[in-house]
């Protein structure tokens, strides 16, 4: 078991929040005395606030710069495909 106090500002990390739940992008936002504000990228991508203390199953990496910069790729061109059919029920 680990806990969010173990996470960077400004960093995305690939977690498990519990030993059943899927995989999860994470990025966090804004860090407090202790809270952090976490950015979720599920679909929808949700925001909230943890205690530094809440407990995560597995931490399993920090994504590189790299990484980072290919997933923004896909995740934009899934979120403009998302707004044109939007767009096209209108």
Known sequence: MYSYDLLETGCYYLVKVKEESPVTLIKVAVETDHCLFIQRYD????????????????????????????????????????????EDDE
């Open 43 to 86: 679909d929808p991508m949700e925001t909230e606030w943890k205690l530094k203390k809440d407990a995560l199953h597995d931490i399993i990496e920090c994504l590189s710069d790299d990484a980072v910069k290919a997933w923004e790729e896909h995740y934009q061109a899934n979120e403009d495909a998302y707004y044109e059919e939007d």
